[in-house]
């Protein structure tokens, strides 16, 4: 099991954008499918987006056109690359491999 590390996160107003990596200690080429998620206060973790092995994608209808995933094998890395940031996406971002990341805060202020 690959350990991961998010980073990226911060304070950004509304409109703004924010890219998040997620740093695995180890290779990633043999992991199918890999994901965001993100869980704000008081409210379950929810799926954000997820990218397989072929680089097929999936998002939440939420942040459908804002946000992309991506992730290069060679870095052992995934990227969320998060476009017109709304107050309703300030929550804390995790990464999920073949376990979890201990997360990354994300506050988008109006």
């Known amino acids: 099991q690959v350990q991961l590390v998010e980073s990226g996160g911060g304070l950004v107003q509304v409109g703004g954008s924010l890219r998040l990596s997620c740093a695995a200690s180890?290779?990633?080429?043999?992991?199918?499918?890999m994901g965001w998620h993100r869980q704000a206060p008081g409210k379950k973790r929810e799926l954000v987006a997820t990218?397989?092995?072929?680089?097929?994608?999936n998002y939440a209808d939420s942040v459908k056109g804002r946000f992309t995933i991506s992730r290069d094998n060679a870095k052992n890395t995934m990227y969320l690359q998060m476009n017109s940031l709304k107050p309703e996406d300030t929550a804390v971002y995790y990464c999920?491999?073949?376990?979890w990341g201990q997360g990354t805060q994300v506050s988008v202020s109006s």
């Open positions: 990218i397989t092995s072929g680089n097929s994608t």
């Open positions: 180890g290779s990633i080429e043999s992991i199918n499918t």
């Open positions: 999920k491999a073949t376990g």
